[in-house]
């Protein structure tokens, strides 16, 4: 008996704590952290997802907050609209959402993913169509009035970069060196499985199965090419296959049929 009250008080005080992590209607046994919280989430709620950058104010900025970044901080009420105005500006579709929020004294800490499609300038960046699906997290200080007062994001910019196309994604070699060796044994479904849906497959001119590029999806490579590969070659293999990355998410391959 004692084993099972022991248990039913720890797994009361896991789903307790839990719950006062994430935004939910039980509020932090604290009025003060708990005020924080609801102003903080809805603040920031409001401002990417609703464009709302006439909440960057004294009501609840205070007028020195500072976010640190590199190469310097940005300090100020108007510095900081004008920084997050570049994610307005850069992407639409966005979703904002705090995955999960929590607090101790002036204290807050949020976990959040912000989604949306670069259709827009972003610091300078031209408009790529991509998508971004990004997960971070930050660190906030509350002032004695409740106002926000100094943020320090944590985020992965490389992912950032690499979903904008700005630089190469680190695991680009390996699905084209992937789907070069699957072909090479024989292996045509992992082949055909690491290819887009709208892949756009070109024969290099000269070669007999140049005739019907370009080759559109996977179910147009399987058929114009890999097929007839198939049916009218009594051997076929790829060798010295080598793979040089490039920027902009491309990669050269060089190899011998």
């Not at 464009?51 to 009501?59: P, S, Y």
Request: glycine fraction near 8%; aromatic fraction near 10%.
């Amino acid at each position: 008996m004692k084993r099972i009250l022991f248990l039913a008080t720890l797994l009361g005080c896991t789903m307790s704590l839990y719950a006062q992590s994430v935004p939910s209607p039980l509020a932090h046994p604290d009025p003060k952290v708990a005020a924080n919280i609801d102003m903080y989430s809805d603040v920031w709620h409001r401002i990417v997802n609703e464009g709302r950058l006439d909440l960057f104010n004294a009501q609840h900025f205070t007028e020195n907050v500072r976010m640190h970044a590199e190469p310097e901080n940005i300090v100020g009420i108007e510095a900081m609209a004008a920084y997050y105005k570049n994610f307005l500006t850069g992407f639409s579709e966005i979703q904002f959402s705090i995955n999960n929020v929590f607090g101790e004294g002036d204290q807050l800490v949020k976990h959040w993913t912000f989604k949306g499609k670069h259709t827009g300038d972003f610091f300078g960046i031209p408009a790529t169509g991509n998508r971004v699906n990004l997960d971070g997290s930050t660190i906030t200080r509350m002032s004695s009035d409740g106002r926000i007062a100094e943020e320090r994001d944590f985020m992965d910019n490389m992912a950032l970069l690499s979903q904008l196309g700005i630089v190469s994604s680190p695991g680009n070699i390996a699905v084209v060196d992937g789907l070069y060796k699957s072909f090479a044994k024989g292996d045509i479904p992992n082949a055909l499985a690491a290819m887009d849906p709208n892949i756009i497959w070109n024969e290099a001119e000269g070669f007999p199965y140049a005739d019907r590029n370009p080759y559109i999806g996977p179910q147009a490579v399987l058929e114009g090419v890999f097929a007839r590969i198939g049916e009218e070659w009594e051997y076929w293999n790829l060798t010295d296959i080598q793979m040089h990355e490039m920027s902009n998410n491309q990669v050269l391959s060089t190899l011998r049929y």
